[in-house]
């Protein structure tokens, strides 16, 4: 009988845009969001090894929660209303200064790719310490 192997041997390279339907820019010192792999997808896992933003930018960190393993299927999906109320642990993955990029997107490559399992929700946060509240650009 044959037998497949469980797990890729390889690894798929794939940047990913998201756009947005109303195009109307915001900016403030940083912003953070959930991000939640899907649980049915054929994955092992998936590296996330860049965030790419624009603004004024300046001296910018991005930072991630502590891993405490949580996932859609059980706390995870009270992450963000536990950060709301408690907070959590994080860990810096980025500390770098940028010049101002407002049209055009500026990478933060990470030291280190993050790995993500489906099912995993994690919080991430990008902040800039420019003095000004045009520093990061997020579109709704």
Known sequence: SLT???KATYVSHEDVTIDTLDH???TFCGVM????????????????K???VRGRLGPMTVW??????????????K????????GLTWNKIYDKVHSPSMKHFCELTFAWPLSFRPGEIRTIYIHSSDLSDKAVVYDN
Do not use: C, M, W
């Open 4 to 6: 497949r192997p469980t």
């Open 24 to 26: 109307q820019d915001h």
């Open 33 to 48: 969001f959930p991000l939640r792999i899907k649980e049915d997808f054929p994955v092992d896992r998936i590296l996330l």
């Open 50 to 52: 860049s965030i790419s």
């Open 64 to 77: 991630i929660d502590e891993d405490n393993g949580s996932d859609a299927s059980s706390e995870g999906k």
């Open 79 to 86: 992450k963000y209303e536990q950060l709301q109320r408690y």
